[in-house]
């Protein structure tokens, strides 16, 4: 059984009194995250980011304010070298990727070439250089990434 974790405390002062020993996480003002369901639909993939793949947005973007945008990733295409090996890097505070069906193969800055397959989770550290180099014809990925509002920097070959 996994024991609780302490959360860190900060001290906060409250409208002139005495400073407060108060959790982080209440110390921070925070949206109201409204309450969102997302069922599979076919007709919910719609083109996105990329030529040779289809996005299903799952409305964590909305119900968040913003704060965070979760989606399903859908390869549409064969992999072809020279329309998906393109290296960039992506402007993110969080940004974590999980192989729902297939395998994908991605090249790091500094860690190489990983090869993802069914059931496999990874971050990307925020900035991190990196370039697509294979994935399966069925392969679909789970994204969350936050800000839900985020840039792709395109790097030269």
Same mark, same amino acid.
């Given at each position: #059984? #996994?024991?609780?974790?302490?959360? !860190?405390?900060?001290?906060?002062?409250?409208?002139?009194?005495?400073? %407060?020993?108060? !959790?982080?996480?209440?110390?921070?003002?925070? =949206?109201?995250? %409204? =309450?969102?369901?997302?069922? &599979?639909?076919?007709?919910?993939?719609? !083109?996105?980011?990329?030529?040779?793949?289809?996005?299903? @947005?799952?409305?964590?973007?909305?119900?968040?304010?913003?704060?965070?945008?979760?989606?399903?990733?859908?390869?549409?295409?064969? =992999?072809?070298?020279? @329309?998906?090996?393109?290296?960039?890097?992506? @402007?993110?505070?969080?940004?974590?990727?999980?192989?729902?069906?297939?395998?994908?193969?991605?090249?790091? *800055?500094? *860690?190489?070439?990983?090869?993802? &397959? *069914?059931?496999?989770?990874?971050?990307?550290?925020?900035?991190?250089?990196?370039?697509?180099?294979?994935? !399966?014809?069925?392969?679909?990925?789970?994204?969350?990434?936050?800000?839900?509002? =985020?840039?792709?920097?395109?790097? %030269?070959?």
């Amino acid at each position: #059984m #996994m024991k609780a974790r302490r959360v !860190s405390r900060a001290s906060v002062r409250t409208k002139g009194r005495p400073k %407060k020993r108060v !959790s982080l996480a209440r110390a921070v003002k925070r =949206f109201r995250q %409204k =309450f969102v369901v997302s069922h &599979r639909r076919e007709e919910d993939f719609d !083109s996105g980011l990329r030529p040779y793949s289809a996005y299903r @947005d799952l409305g964590i973007a909305a119900a968040t304010g913003g704060l965070v945008r979760a989606h399903v990733i859908r390869m549409t295409k064969p =992999f072809a070298e020279n @329309d998906v090996a393109v290296p960039h890097y992506h @402007d993110v505070d969080f940004q974590m990727v999980y192989v729902l069906k297939g395998w994908f193969q991605t090249e790091f *800055e500094g *860690e190489g070439l990983h090869t993802f &397959r *069914e059931g496999s989770c990874w971050i990307q550290p925020p900035g991190i250089k990196h370039t697509v180099r294979g994935y !399966s014809d069925d392969c679909e990925l789970l994204e969350i990434v936050s800000p839900a509002d =985020f840039e792709t920097v395109t790097l %030269k070959r």
